[in-house]
């Protein structure tokens, strides 16, 4: 079973900047791909980005151009950098393999505020 822990979640003010990054466990993580959710107080889930094992990402429309995601096959991490953050940013961040999900792991909180 894969593990998934999630870091580097904060407060911050609007405008500012955080890196989250997603230890896995597991031999396959360079076969996988790679995402990161964002789960709302009602605890809905949207994955805002992912990576494939090939380099292939995707962006929400809501991060597109803010948010870059980025993986090291060698360490097993995943890692999403977070720039000029807005409030509707707040949120639990969750990794997992948005093609065949593992069990979640704990997330890391963001909260984007003045």
């Known amino acids: 079973q894969v593990q998934l822990v999630e870091s580097g979640g904060g407060l911050v003010q609007p405008g500012g900047s955080l890196r989250l990054a997603c230890a896995t466990s597991?031999?396959?993580?360079?076969?996988?791909?790679m995402g990161w959710y964002r789960q709302g107080p009602r605890e809905e889930r949207e994955l805002v980005a992912s990576i494939s094992s090939g380099g292939f990402i995707y962006y929400s429309d809501s991060v597109k151009g803010r948010f870059a995601i980025s993986r090291d096959n060698a360490k097993n991490l995943v890692y999403l950098q977070m720039n000029s953050l807005k409030p509707e940013d707040t949120g639990l961040y969750l990794c997992n393999n948005p093609v065949a999900p593992s069990m979640w792991g704990q997330g890391t909180q963001v909260t984007v505020s003045s």
């Open positions: 597991g031999s396959i993580f360079n076969f996988s791909a």
